[in-house]
């Protein structure tokens, strides 16, 4: 594959800005720290800051390495739309030999900065829809992981029924009450009245 062709497998076209949690298990914060530090190549993966225990940073530009309760280190980065930084930062944990196992998360966060509530209700449709087949592409433990509980736990059939009962959610409190209550879902809505960093976040990708 040519240096075009990935460039253009990587282009993000979308203006929505996301944001990735990757976790280790092969290493602490200060070594992935390090990893970033010492083999990314763009600025963003450059500059990730180090923090102890769930610290986080509101520098856009940075990446962050912190600890994490359940694996080794957990690294977030920067909002984006650089799919490309994505690849560098992971190639340089890849390259100081960072490894991953079942028990191993990632996370993504999406902008949702410009959504009201009815956009929040048809996001909550499709997913109830296609959660079970999103979820057949994710490895298997992910589905009802401790960390990612699977909405339909919540739903149960996705129906006609169901969709009226979304519609007839006049806040985002009772659409959360009925299709994503709690921030180990997979499909998490909790940081939806966030007033300056709204985003929902998928949780049921395996590390």
């Known amino acids: 594959m040519t240096q075009t062709q990935i460039n253009t497998f990587y282009s993000n076209r979308s203006t929505r800005m996301f944001s990735v949690e990757l976790e280790v298990n092969s290493m602490d914060y200060t070594q992935a720290h390090r990893a970033l530090t010492t083999f990314g190549v763009t600025d963003a993966v450059r500059n990730a800051v180090a ?29 984006s739309k650089d799919l490309l930084a994505l690849k560098d930062g992971c190639d340089a ?32 449709k499709l997913w109830c829809k296609y959660e079970r087949l999103i979820l057949s592409l994710a490895p298997r433990n992910r589905e009802d992981s401790g960390y990612a509980r699977a909405n339909y736990r919540t739903y149960g059939n996705a129906s006609g029924l169901l969709w009226d009962r979304i519609e007839q959610c006049d ?27 709204s985003r929902v976040e998928f949780r049921f990708m395996g590390g």
Do not use: Q
Request: aromatic share 6%; with cysteine.
């Open 171 to 197: 806040s985002m409190s009772c659409l959360r009450r009925l299709v994503a209550p709690a921030r180990e879902c997979n499909m998490n809505l909790m940081h939806s009245d966030e007033l300056t960093s």
């Open 51 to 79: 923090f102890g225990r769930y610290r986080t940073t509101h520098n856009p530009n940075v990446w962050v390495a912190a600890t994490d309760c359940t694996v080794g280190a957990e690294i977030k980065t920067n909002p």
């Open 93 to 124: 944990l890849k390259n100081a030999n960072a490894t991953i196992a079942a028990n191993c998360g990632a996370h993504v966060n999406i902008d949702a900065g410009d959504f009201n509530l009815e956009d929040y209700k048809r996001l909550a």
